[in-house]
Nanobody, 114 residues
Framework: VQLQASGGGLVQAGGSLRLSCAAS????????MGWYRQAPGKQRELVAG???????NYADSVKGRFTISRENTKKTVYLEMNSLKPEDTAVYYC?????????WGKGTQVTVSS
């Protein structure tokens, strides 16, 4: 199983970005999918998650600004990020869970300038 994340970049505060993470390999069904981020000097934290029933959860810091979604036929999870703030600057990682086993993408850099 491999994960390929894309969509990161440099954006001004107040701007938007859309991250995508596509899974490939021998995958029959993906349970949970999620996005995490890690800023310099900080621990990796959950940003948003979505299960195979479509239920979502978000970090308090991104509620109302970020939206997670998934497209099962494409084995892809998305993170729509709006009203970005400098404190959203981090490397963003996607994670999927298949039958209790976690797989991580390599990360994509998001930089928000003030």
């Amino acid at each position: 199983v491999q994960l390929q994340a894309s969509g990161g970049g440099l954006v001004q505060a107040g701007g938007s970005l859309r991250l995508s993470c596509a899974a490939s390999g021998s995958i029959f069904s993906i349970n949970a999918m999620g996005w995490y981020r890690q800023a310099p000097g900080k621990q990796r934290e959950l940003v948003a998650g979505i299960n195979n029933g479509g239920s979502t959860n978000y970090a308090d810091s991104v509620k109302g600004r970020f939206t997670i979604s998934r497209e099962n036929t494409k084995k892809t999870v998305y993170l729509e990020m709006n009203s970005l703030k400098p404190e959203d600057t981090a490397v963003y990682y996607c994670r999927i869970t298949i039958y209790g086993e976690d797989y991580w993408g390599k990360g994509t850099q998001v930089t928000v300038s003030s």
